[in-house]
């Protein structure tokens, strides 16, 4: 009785962890003018000059197409990535794609 308890505990402790959240960070090619704090692919993101930080993300915010949300909003990212993984140069480009241009500088006139 005793290892069938065990059992079953540990099945709910690895399922649990298959759900589990995780931290993401992003970084872009250009940093961000001012520190900003929105929602995007499931997640809170924290931005400050060139990095994003989602402290708390549900598993399916990694992956090209979340980082594409990302990217729509922000620019071109550079890397992705969770605790334990990050995108890969062909799940970058894909991320990527549709990112929003850069902000044009103007020049000064006299």
């Not at 505990?9 to 960070?25: E, I, N």
């Not at 598993?59 to 990302?70: H, P, Y």
């Not at 990050?86 to 006299?110: F, H, M, Q, V, W």
């Amino acid at each position: 009785m005793k290892l069938a308890i065990a059992a079953a505990f540990a099945a709910l402790t690895l399922a649990g962890s298959a759900f589990a959240d995780t931290r993401l960070t992003a970084t872009l090619d250009s940093p961000q003018g001012a520190p900003s704090k929105f929602i995007a692919a499931h997640a809170v993101w924290n931005c400050e000059g060139a990095t994003c930080v989602a402290q708390v993300a549900p598993d399916e915010s990694f992956g090209a197409t979340s980082c594409k949300e990302l990217a729509k909003r922000l620019g071109h990212v550079a890397s992705y990535a969770s605790d334990t993984k990050s995108l890969d140069n062909k799940a970058l480009e894909k991320c990527n794609t549709g990112a929003a241009a850069p902000a044009a500088i103007g020049t000064a006139s006299r």
